[in-house]
């Protein structure tokens, strides 16, 4: 399967930004303290990991051991900086990899664990590939977007469609997580301050800087247009959607 490219430019305003997708350290913490039991020595799949901001807090958080897997290499460099600074790689390593082709043995994980990056090869399918990596009793965490309100208005849904998603109610997505047979143990929703103080903040402060640089050329113009839009549409349209977590059990 191949997934899609995205240009230069789109990486190099990621690069810049404390993570990569609407998320909290403090969410992190919370939807942490879901988990019924997690061993002491867990083995730790952080998938999508991005320049690291949940694998930090995740290497907070337990005594185990993470492999935090990218396709994009430049944002492993920045974990494997602050592994080098912190004295961590006994317990994190990075590997660039694809999400839909991971290369581990099957059973190997007490945790899976993906903020923001499952809807890249799609939320079931994500699911589906991942679950037998896991142990048996071991536990899943992934984030993402969903309705959280029934009749999304006009305007919003077709934003998410020409992004190229298409959100379904937060109770389909339960409906998808008995599908792959994984048990529900917990949902958390991602609070507002995720999307701003990490994400739509950072992010707009560096588009009004990369306009006064890049604001001529076309291409780039218009990707900065995109994501002073995407802002738009969650300060208009919050109540009606929002990342949710799942907290799943391999039983
Ligand atoms: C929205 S970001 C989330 C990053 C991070 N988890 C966070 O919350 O800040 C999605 C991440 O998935 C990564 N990604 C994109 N396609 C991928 C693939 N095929 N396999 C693995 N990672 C991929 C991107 O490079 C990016 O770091």
Redesign the pocket.
């Known amino acids: 399967m191949s997934?899609p490219q995205l240009p230069p430019f789109f990486y190099q305003i990621?690069e810049s930004l404390p993570?990569?997708?609407p998320?909290s350290s403090e969410a992190t913490r919370k939807v942490w303290s879901l988990l019924p039991s997690v061993p002491r020595d867990a083995k730790i799949l952080d998938?999508?990991?991005?320049?690291g901001?949940?694998t930090r807090d995740l290497a907070a958080l337990t005594t185990g051991t993470i492999t935090a897997?990218?396709?994009?290499q430049p944002?492993l460099d920045k974990v494997d900086a602050w592994v080098r600074k912190a004295g961590m790689a006994h317990r994190v390593k990075t590997i660039c990899?694809?999400?839909?082709a991971l290369p581990f043995d099957k059973g190997s994980f007490d945790l899976i664990w993906?903020?923001?990056?499952i809807f890249?090869?799609g939320f079931e399918k994500g699911l589906n590939l991942w679950k037998p990596l896991l142990k048996k009793g071991g536990y899943m965490v992934v984030s993402d977007a969903d309705w959280f309100e029934p009749n999304p208005p006009e305007e919003l849904r077709k934003w998410w469609e020409s992004e190229g998603y298409i959100p379904v109610p937060e109770e389909e997505m339960k409906e998808r997580v008995k599908r792959t047979g994984l048990r529900l143990v917990a949902t958390y929703r991602l609070p507002e301050a995720g999307w701003w103080d990490n994400y739509h903040v950072p992010m707009l402060a560096l588009t009004a800087e990369l306009r006064k640089i890049h604001g001529k050329d076309p291409g780039n113009a218009a990707l900065l247009d995109a994501f002073e839009h995407e802002a738009d549409m969650y300060r208009k349209y919050k109540r009606w959607y929002g990342y949710t977590f799942f907290v799943m059990q391999k039983v």
């Open positions: 997934l990621f993570r990569q997708g998320g998938v999508g990991c991005g320049s901001t949940q897997v990218d396709i994009h944002f990899a694809s999400m839909d993906s903020e923001g990056a890249i090869v």
